[in-house]
Each structure stands twice: as C-alpha cells, then as structure tokens.
C-alpha cells in the first residue's frame, strides 16, 4: 500500500469520495470465500451499507446520467441530462461547487459527466468524454489531453507522441518504485488480454489522485474508476459466479480466463490505500452509481475507427465530430438544416446483408446529433452498407469491434460510508440522487439538496 497523509483538518470533516462506476458488489462477495480480498471484506464487513436505486425505464440506466444525480441531488427528471457530455453544460449546482461555497477547497480526477464551476479548484481532471476545462495548471491540462486521446483513440491502438510524453510524466511525478513495479506487471500481462489496459488506467488515475491528495491537500476529493464498468460489461460471462446464460467464444477471450477477478483483485489493493485514510480521520464514501448483471443475448458493439473520414464517405459535411464513450459521437453542424438532411442520411444507413440499421439511435438537437452505432450482429468481411446516395462497400475495414456484450445495467446501487463519517446510512433503498445528502453531512455540512 501507498501510506498518503490524512487531509487536513477535523476527523471526520474531511471528505474522500470513490466512486467505482457500476462495481457489483453481490459478485464481490461471492469471490471472498475463496480469494484474498482483505480491503473488500473489511469494507463490507465495518462500514455502513446503502443500497441506491435509479430510474425505472431502462434508458435512462446510464452511468452518464446517475453519477449527475449523485452530483447533484437531482433525480433524471428534475436534472435533465440524458447525454455523456452534456453535462458540461448544465447549469445547476453541483456538489464540488456547493461544497466550494461553503468554504472548502475541493479536488475530483474525472467526475462523469461534469462540469468545472469551481473557482479555485484544489485539481479539477475532467473525464476523457466531457468537454470542460481543467484547473489551470500545466499537469492537469496535459493529463486532460492524454486521457482524452487514449480513451477516444482506444479502439484504434494509437497513442500520440504528446500523449506518451504526458504518460512519461505522469509515471514520474506519481509513482514510487513499488507503484511503477506493480503497473510493470501489469503491463507485461497485457498481450491478448485487452481488459489490463483499462486497469492499469484505473491504476494511474488512482496514483495521481493520491499525488494530488498528498500535494494539494483538499478538503474534498472526488476519483472516478471506470475499468470495473468495463470489465463487466465485456467480460461478465468469464466469472464462474455470474450465473450466466452463455459463455464467451474462445476467440474472444480464453475460457480459464476471469477478467471479473482480475479487475476485483486490482481493486482491492487501491481500496487499502483509500481504508489507511479512514483510519486516520478521513470520511470515506464509496459508492458504484449502478451496478451490472449478465446480458441476456448475443450483442456485439462497434466504434467507427475514423469518425470524420467515415461522415466524409457518406456526404455529411460538419463543423466538428466528437467521439463519446464506444459506439457514441456527435455531429455539430452549422445550422439545424444541415443537422436534419444529415439525420436523414445517417438513418438510411442499413448494412446490405441483412438490411438492419447501422445507426439506430439518431438525438437530433437542432444544429447537433448524437449519434449511436447500434448494429447488433458480426459485421463480416462481405459487409456493405447502402444509404441515401451511395454506399461503402468496406464496412469492416471502417470500424474496430469493441467488444461481445455481457453486462447490462441494473438500477441496484452499492453505497459505503466509513465509521465516524458523520453520515447516517437509510434503512431503506434511496435513489442514487441521496448521495448528494450523505456528502454533504459526511463534511459536517446540511443535507439538504440545492435548489
């Protein structure tokens, strides 16, 4: 474990706030009878339990959408916000300024899906997806951009020179010789095993979090993991406690493999590190937004490597094209005119051999569409697509696969509050939008949501 110093100020008037997107916290007990997991089974076994719900309409079970309600105090229907990245502008309170205003200093590492309203942020890391501004140092912008061509370029394997001057810095102003040993490892694990990728980002977005805590000192500090979300939803099928309906192909990822274990063993040694500052005074919430279950059928995803060469070979002429999260971008136009002819021309698209829709979801926002890849099945060397006006013929030298779906949202949620937090768990289930609540008295403050 990495030994960082309490923040300062009151025991249990300082706040840590993990948020381990969509962990299922129902698979990680079943791993505990038979796996070292000392840091997960102290936490289940010491710390106040809350279960959260979300939405009831499936939809609207995003993590984009939940990690706003925990942010701030909102559910969907009273926030708004249905689109990753469109919570840079929104323009209600959130609980890193709320806190702010009332006299704390306040850092996050790539909060989902907000915005940075804070003054004087102790660090402000937006999430790769959100467009909004950084603090102002020079650290924080370069990791902004690093993360933001990494996570976008994922699916294409290439990383730019700047992004790995940025990665080199990162690893020396972050890890010690025991944290640079154990990403080695990791690394070194990583041939054909596309899920080690996201831990060791998970790894190095943990290490500059506890930099930042040690440099900066916060009153509050926000981290946001994403690899357990992905691991789950790409490889769900492997763990032997998922209890589901199919296996994966052994093309896809080898059958005595167990990514959920993997990604559940790497968590919990970051977990000590965060279980050493509830020890020493710091209140301490961790918290998943939703959880994850087994896929029900067969699904595969798609990313368009080359977003703006592929809307060039069907004729969209645009003013920026912005990639999102796997099968996600939009399209900003010049005027609603040219937004509307090219949603007509995006929904024509239908992959020849079976005639379904390449692009199902189509959100025309007046001179902006978001825009989702949803064709379900094996896009296959023969594959075309027609649309209005032409068609491509090379349809799978123009996308990466991604990934078989396994996992599925579900609206259960998992929330852990440290002894002494000054936070009281509910007995009963609470929207995920309650969270906002128990920050705000596990810093000593009112509970009440803003307006």
């Given at each position: 474990?990495?030994?960082t ?12 706030f ?53 942010h ?11 689109r ?11 609980i ?12 996050a590492?790539s909060?989902?899906?907000?915005r940075?309203a804070?003054?004087?942020?102790a660090?402000?890391v ?28 994922n ?26 040993l ?6 070194a ?23 930042q ?39 896809y ?12 063993q ?12 509830a020890d ?28 703006a060469?592929f809307?060039q ?12 999260m796997?099968r ?7 005027d ?46 023969s594959?075309a ?13 123009q ?15 998992f929330?852990?509050?440290s ?31 803003p307006?």
């Amino acid at each position: 474990m990495t030994r960082t110093p309490p923040l300062n100020g009151q025991p249990g008037r300082k706040l840590v706030f993990v948020e381990l997107n969509e962990l299922n916290f129902d698979l990680v007990r079943k791993y505990l009878p038979t796996q070292d997991l000392p840091n997960f089974l102290r936490l289940l076994a010491s710390f106040q339990p809350v279960e959260t719900y979300a939405e009831a309409e499936y939809e609207q079970l995003e993590p984009w959408i939940q990690w706003v309600s925990a942010h701030s105090g909102k559910t969907y229907s009273e926030h708004g916000v249905f689109r990753l990245g469109d919570g840079a502008n929104a323009d209600f309170p959130q609980i890193f300024e709320t806190l702010e205003h009332q006299g704390l200093r306040v850092g996050a590492i790539s909060p989902m899906n907000s915005r940075n309203a804070l003054r004087k942020p102790a660090y402000f890391v937006p999430d790769p997806w959100t467009l909004t501004e950084s603090d102002g140092s020079g650290f924080s912008r370069r990791l902004t951009a690093m993360l933001r061509q990494t996570v976008n370029d994922n699916s294409k394997g290439r990383i730019t020179l700047g992004s790995m001057l940025a990665l080199l810095e990162t690893g020396l102003r972050t890890l010690g010789v025991g944290s640079q040993l154990t990403l080695l490892r990791l690394a070194a694990r990583a041939r054909g095993r596309q899920w080690i990728k996201a831990l060791i980002l998970d790894q190095l977005i943990h290490h500059v979090h506890l930099y930042q805590l040690k440099k900066q000192r916060p009153d509050a500090s926000f981290v946001f993991f994403n690899a357990g979300a992905h691991i789950q939803h790409h490889y769900f099928f492997n763990s032997p406690h998922a209890q589901a309906p199919s296996r994966n192909p052994a093309w896809y990822v080898a059958p005595d493999a167990d990514p959920i274990l993997e990604m559940i063993q790497v968590y919990d040694r970051m977990l000590g590190d965060y279980l050493e500052m509830a020890d020493e005074g710091v209140s301490l919430i961790v918290a998943t937004g939703l959880t994850q279950q087994p896929y029900n059928r067969v699904k595969y995803y798609y990313r368009i490597k080359d977003h703006a060469s592929f809307m060039q070979r069907m004729g969209i002429v645009c003013e920026q094209v912005l990639p999102r999260m796997t099968r996600d971008f939009e399209l900003l136009f010049t005027d609603e005119t040219a937004a509307s002819a090219a949603a007509g021309k995006l929904a024509s698209a239908r992959v020849v051999r079976d005639g379904r829709a390449l692009f199902g979801e189509i959100d025309n926002r007046g001179a902006s569409l978001f825009v989702t890849l949803t064709y379900p099945s094996e896009i296959q060397s023969s594959d075309a697509v027609t649309f209005d006006g032409g068609r491509i013929e090379d349809l799978l030298e123009q996308v990466a696969f991604v990934a078989i779906k396994n996992g599925m949202h579900s609206s259960k949620g998992f929330a852990f509050l440290s002894p002494g937090s000054g936070a009281t768990a509910p007995r009963e289930p609470v929207h995920v939008a309650s969270l906002f609540g128990l920050t705000l008295q596990a810093c000593g403050l009112a509970a009440t949501p803003p307006g």
